[in-house]
């Protein structure tokens, strides 16, 4: 499965014009914020977005503010919008905040290498979130890869999230690549909150001896949004294993397509469970696949759709809840 080419040259009408940010300086010395960036960081960062330590806040297509700790550099790129971010191998319980924000029209596309020494452990927070008033497409296109040594523990969280009145195209379109040194466990946990119009995800990951993957997916579509999730995972290395579990909610007339890939290159283990929940004229696709080209590759998998278990719905509504409530319980604990 080929990545989309993220790499074009975008017309430059569809950019996001780089104005000056009204963000102002805070008499602290950390960048002030306004509401809605402020409102939408609640929703996507999940660890809490502080301008402490190693964070790079993108706003609108720019850098608003920055920091690094003493062992997690981050640095602006020369040749195309993005940042490098070197994280120590001697960088231990540490976190990284590089979440976006897009409150105006246009399109941005940003390119965000990390690169993780040997014996590294750090939890990595991104996410964007999307406030649009506008009649115009709003779009984000984020490309990471990572590029991780050996013995590291790396954990990766990306919340995307929509919101607003304007009648524009909110839309999310993540690439991201990742590299597993030997002997290092990547955690790769990705959630679709609400309100993105469209999606189009693409993963690749490929995993070195020892290597271990987990990776938790939840979304959830409305209204007639769609969103499409592609992964393949390369189980290359000797006794590399992954973990892939995929939870979903459809509702409205949205349309989701989920399609994980493991291919298994020598003695491995993999695992892939795709489980959704469908409601009123959603449609929904799961094709999990799996590809040994091993004798030793032991990959399984599995795939459930189905709609809200009707006992489950009586009993909350025993105590009192109505039937939107009791939906919501039962949404709320499928995708937790």
Do not use: W
């Not at 790499?7 to 809605?36: F, M, S, W, Y």
């Not at 759709?305 to 409530?325: A, C, H, P, W, Y």
């Amino acid at each position: 499965m080929a990545l989309k080419d993220m790499n074009a040259e975008k017309n430059p009408e569809e950019q996001i014009t780089q104005k000056e940010n009204t963000q102002k300086e805070a008499p602290h010395g950390k960048t002030e914020l306004d509401r809605v960036t402020e409102d939408v960081l609640n929703v996507i960062d999940s660890y809490g977005f502080k301008q402490e330590g190693a964070y790079n806040l993108r706003l609108n297509g720019m850098a608003v503010c920055h920091g690094d700790s003493r062992h997690i550099k981050i640095v602006k790129k020369e040749d195309r919008p993005g940042i490098d971010i070197h994280i120590s191998g001697e960088a231990k319980e540490e976190q990284v905040h590089i979440p976006v924000v897009m409150s105006r029209e246009g399109v941005d596309v940003v390119y965000n290498d990390f690169y993780i020494e040997d014996g590294a452990d750090v939890t990595i927070i991104a996410g964007c979130g999307i406030h649009g008033e506008g009649c115009s497409e709003t779009r984000h296109d984020g490309i990471h890869s990572f590029h991780v040594g050996k013995g590291c523990n790396v954990k990766y969280v990306e919340n995307h999230y929509a919101e607003g009145n304007g009648t524009g195209q909110k839309v999310l379109n993540p690439v991201t690549k990742i590299y597993v040194g030997e002997d290092s466990t990547f955690t790769l946990e990705t959630t679709q909150i609400k309100g993105v119009d469209a999606t189009e995800r693409e993963n690749y990951i490929e995993l070195a001896d020892n290597a271990k993957l987990f990776v938790t997916e939840k979304l959830m579509t409305d209204d007639s949004q769609s969103a499409v999730s592609n992964m393949d995972v390369e189980l290359n290395g000797e006794n590399s294993s992954a973990r892939i579990v995929s939870r979903s909610v459809g509702k409205g007339t949205s349309r989701q397509v989920f399609h994980p890939r493991a291919i298994g290159s020598s003695r491995c283990h993999a695992h892939i469970q795709c489980d959704s929940i469908i409601m009123d004229q959603a449609e929904i696709s799961s094709i999990p696949e799996i590809d040994a080209k091993h004798v030793d590759a032991q990959i399984i998998h599995e795939a459930a759709i189905g709609r809200i278990n009707d006992e489950q719905l009586v009993k909350l509504r025993t105590f009192g809840l109505s039937e939107e409530e009791a939906e919501a319980v039962i949404i709320e604990s499928f995708l937790k």
